[in-house]
């Protein structure tokens, strides 16, 4: 079984320009979420999708981040403009679900750094 | 407001002995706990869970512990193998949203 594919793998980006995240989930899985995890933190979730719905975007920055997931399948986050404090791996996780007990499968993360 | 915590950033054990890696909650709401292991340039990947209504699970070489009155959950390694050496962290659940803490960095020497 294919995990979570993520593209790039790194960016490096100058601040106030914009960037691209990509991300394939697990097939099958309805739910993906996307998480920052910054150097020396653990990963937070930044927003949460059951098929093409937004669950949660609550800690979503929202007037510089956004995300969408067409077709309840691939899913894009994009920062458009970044800031220095966006410097970060962005992981992307998928599960079957989404309730208490279901497993999240990780991505490798996009690696950011925001000169 | 970090509701999971790791104290302990690194932890170095001998090969065969036995890892023990904590982690401390302070929202009593959660109901679901899981251990994740990371090796570097790559994403985390399950460990082991426990759900909130059992105090120990065990697979294989790993075993979680779950004290609900001290907030506090540990993960056993035996016997810890070289291979073990990564970055553990520790969540919690209420609901969907997974609450990590910030890791402790394992090291296993031969």
């Known amino acids: 079984e294919a995990g979570v594919a993520q593209s790039p793998r790194y960016k490096i980006i100058e601040k106030r320009q914009s960037v691209a995240f990509w991300c394939n989930p697990i097939?099958?899985?309805?739910?993906l979420y996307w998480y920052q995890q910054i150097l020396g933190q653990g990963p937070k979730l930044l927003i949460q999708?059951?098929?093409?719905?937004?669950?949660?975007d609550s800690q979503l920055p929202k007037d510089r981040f956004s995300a969408e997931r067409l077709k309840g399948v691939d899913s894009t986050l994009k920062i458009q403009p970044a800031k220095l404090e966006d410097s970060a791996v962005y992981l992307c996780?998928?599960?079957?679900?989404?309730?208490?007990?279901?497993?999240?499968?990780f991505g490798p993360g996009t690696r950011l750094t925001v000169l | 407001d970090q509701q999971v915590k790791q104290n302990s950033p690194s932890l170095s054990v001998q090969e065969g002995r036995i890892s023990i890696l904590n982690c401390d909650y302070t929202?009593?709401?959660?109901?679901?706990f899981l251990w994740y292991k990371k090796y570097p340039a790559e994403g985390p990947t399950f460990l082991i869970s426990?759900?909130?209504?059992?105090d120990k699970n065990e697979d294989g070489r790993f075993t979680v512990f779950l004290n609900k009155s001290a907030k506090h959950l540990s993960l056993h390694i035996v016997p810890s193998q070289p291979g073990d050496s990564a970055v553990y962290f520790c969540?919690?659940?209420?609901?969907?949203?997974?609450?990590f803490g910030k890791g402790t960095s394992l090291l296993v020497t031969p």
């Open positions: 996780a998928s599960s079957l679900w989404g309730d208490y007990t279901d497993t999240q499968y």
């Open positions: 097939s099958g899985h309805a739910t």
């Open positions: 999708f059951q098929n093409n719905g937004v669950v949660d």
């Open positions: 929202n009593s709401m959660f109901d679901y």
């Open positions: 426990i759900s909130s209504i059992k």
């Open positions: 969540a919690a659940k209420r609901g969907y949203a997974l609450n």
